[in-house]
């Protein structure tokens, strides 16, 4: 996906490309004092891709499938759609700027790493990485995104779309980091996501695309927002910070231990110790114990309601 994007931006004479030592991408295009910003991830989360994988295309859809062994699989349209639709504003616009982020699905790797100063100058941050047609997604886990003027100006109700809240993905990463303007995460037409049934409609993937054009020429100023806690207080700091990184660790462990069984604290640590430099070792038996425990405990309750 990097080098597929790095040679769509060959095409771009004034787009300038960069990668960072994680593997995240920045492109900039043009030089202004503002820029509006789309922000998507590369990785992808199917279990199979046979070699002759293909994605089909009707009128009305997109899905992937394997004729040799005759099945549906998944086509990563999470966040392949994001992508997508950043690369066509790339094209549209003479002023613009991109972040792609690698590693989101497995506790948004890319963005905790990312370089904050990259969106110093931006007016707002858009990210298409929600499912099906018409999440505006404005909260997640309680902590505010946007401004309300900023709600209030993009026209929402227009393009079918309705404030909500969400899951975890990296623009709420860039606001727990200080981002200070206002961002959200929109529906962008992709449906049953991390499955070999994912599939996308067409004309919510276009929705979409036609709402943030909407987004970039009528909103030209920058939306400034602090990101608030449940507390009223601000989201900075070194202790914040530590348990940021031990609840997200504590997230992805279910779906780290279901696809290498036997892991170990110490493995952990070594894979994921650049990216949650706060933890410890003592952190990681921590989590590896507290799931085994859990686990437990679920194992035997259903044991007992079979035993009833």
């Known amino acids: 996906m990097i080098k597929f994007i790095k040679g769509f931006c060959k095409r771009i004479p004034d787009a300038k490309f960069e990668k960072d030592q994680v593997g995240n991408i920045y492109i900039t295009r043009g030089v202004s004092e503002t820029y509006p910003c789309i922000v998507a991830h590369l990785d992808q989360v199917q279990k199979i891709h046979s070699k002759d994988f ?5 009128d009305a859809i997109i899905f992937g499938y394997s004729a040799k062994h005759k099945r549906f699989e998944g086509l990563g349209a999470d966040d392949k759609n994001g992508i997508w639709i950043a ?35 931006v007016r707002f941050v858009i990210e298409p990485d929600r499912r099906e047609r018409n999440d505006l997604i404005t909260s997640i886990s309680g902590m505010d995104l946007c401004s309300e003027e900023f709600i209030n100006d993009i026209g929402y109700a227009r393009f079918g779309y309705k404030p909500t809240d969400g899951l975890m993905t990296d623009v709420m990463e860039l606001k727990e980091r ?61 202790e914040y910070e530590y348990w940021e990184q031990y609840n997200e660790m504590s997230m992805i462990i279910d779906d780290i231990v279901n696809r290498y069984p036997g892991v170990t604290a110490e493995m952990l640590q070594e894979y994921y110790g650049y990216y949650f430099d706060m933890l410890e070792i003592g952190d990681y038996e921590e989590i590896l114990n507290t799931y085994n425990e859990e686990n437990i405990k679920t194992e035997k309750d259903e044991e007992r309601k079979l035993a009833v």
């Open 54 to 58: 293909k994605a089909y295309e009707t």
């Open 87 to 121: 690369l066509k504003c790339l094209e549209s616009y003479d002023s613009i700027k991109i972040a792609f982020f690698v590693g989101e699905e497995i506790g948004c790797i890319g963005s905790s790493k990312a370089n904050m100063e990259f969106f110093n100058d």
């Open 178 to 238: 200080g981002l200070e303007v206002s961002c959200i995460n929109l529906s962008c037409g992709y449906y049953s996501p991390h499955t070999n049934n994912e599939f996308v409609v067409k004309k919510d993937l276009l929705n979409c695309l036609n709402f943030v054009r909407h987004i970039i020429e009528t909103c030209t100023k920058t939306y400034q927002h602090t990101s608030e806690d449940w507390y009223g207080r601000s989201r900075y700091g070194k």
